[in-house]
């Protein structure tokens, strides 16, 4: 191959030579941009899944966390909401809501002021909880949640869903009244699945306020159905006398062990 040479006798490149290195010069300049983009949507989708998953993980936490430690998961058994009510044992954060609001999921404890759970790098897409009841064992949460990535971006466009249950983990205690919201609507158990025992330090009244003096205030009657039950009085010398009545509408008294 001929150099040519200029006016003072020095070598140069031919312009074969010159259209040669230009040609591999712009091939490699293509490989490296289409690498270059490559590692970016690769970078990008990256991005995007840290943050999804990041997001759902904080979530699912923190309503694990406060499921376990609630006193009462306080919405309707068997139907899906946007809402989770939980009565917790402190009064300063009870009830505990987590919510969705905006395609944001918030917490709010008691009175204190919302705090959103997830940012504005993520749109929550649905957030559903539904309460089930697990006899002979403690009440549990089913949680339906679905996070999407922020972006317009198509190639860093991620979505996550998740499927979960949790349950609460102590019995119910309490440091305020217990009052149920409407007057003479609720029951304390039923029928089917009855309480053991009750224990009581003060006064009880049924159908009517307790008052001091009478441990047991009724408005109605206090009907005894087994015919080997009375009612046991103690008498000044400590013996104690179950009071019962025949057919004919006498009433006996039978020494027994006092309760």
């Known amino acids: 191959m001929k150099f040519i040479k200029n006016k003072k006798g020095k070598k140069g490149f031919s312009l074969i030579e010159l259209l040669i290195y230009v040609a591999i010069f712009a091939a ?3 490989f490296m941009v289409g690498i270059l983009i490559v590692f970016t949507q690769i970078n990008l989708r990256q991005t ?12 699912k936490n ?10 009462i998961i306080d919405v309707p058994v068997g139907t899906s909401t946007s ?3 939980l009565q917790m044992a402190s009064s300063t954060l009870s009830p505990t809501t987590i919510y969705l609001e905006e395609d944001t999921v918030y917490l709010k404890e008691g009175n204190f002021s919302p705090i959103p759970l ?6 929550v897409d649905n957030f559903q909880v ?3 009841e697990n006899p002979g064992s403690y009440s549990l949460v089913q949680v339906n949640l679905t996070v999407s990535y922020n ?8 979505k996550r869903t998740i499927n979960t249950a949790v349950g609460r983990v102590s019995a119910a205690t309490f440091d305020s009244d217990i009052v149920p919201n409407i007057n003479n609507s609720y029951n304390i158990g039923n029928a089917s699945n009855k309480w053991k025992d009750a224990y009581f330090s003060g006064n009880v009244g049924i159908g009517t306020a307790p008052v001091v003096g009478a441990s ?23 013996t104690c006398y179950r009071i019962a009545v025949l057919n004919g509408g006498n009433t006996t008294s039978t020494a027994v062990a006092c309760p």
């Not at 997830?118 to 749109?123: G, L």
């Open 48 to 59: 995007a899944v840290n943050e999804v998953n990041n997001q759902v993980s904080f979530v």
């Open 151 to 158: 972006t317009l971006n198509e190639k860093a466009k991620f």
């Open 118 to 123: 997830t940012d504005s790098n993520v749109v």
């Open 83 to 85: 809402t989770l009510v």
């Open 130 to 132: 539904t309460k089930y």
């Open 216 to 238: 047991l205030k009724t408005s109605g009657d206090i009907s005894i159905s087994d015919n080997s039950k009375g009612l046991i009085l103690t008498s000044p010398g400590g």
């Open 62 to 71: 923190t309503i694990q966390r406060n499921v376990r430690n609630s006193s």
């Open 28 to 30: 490699s300049s293509v």
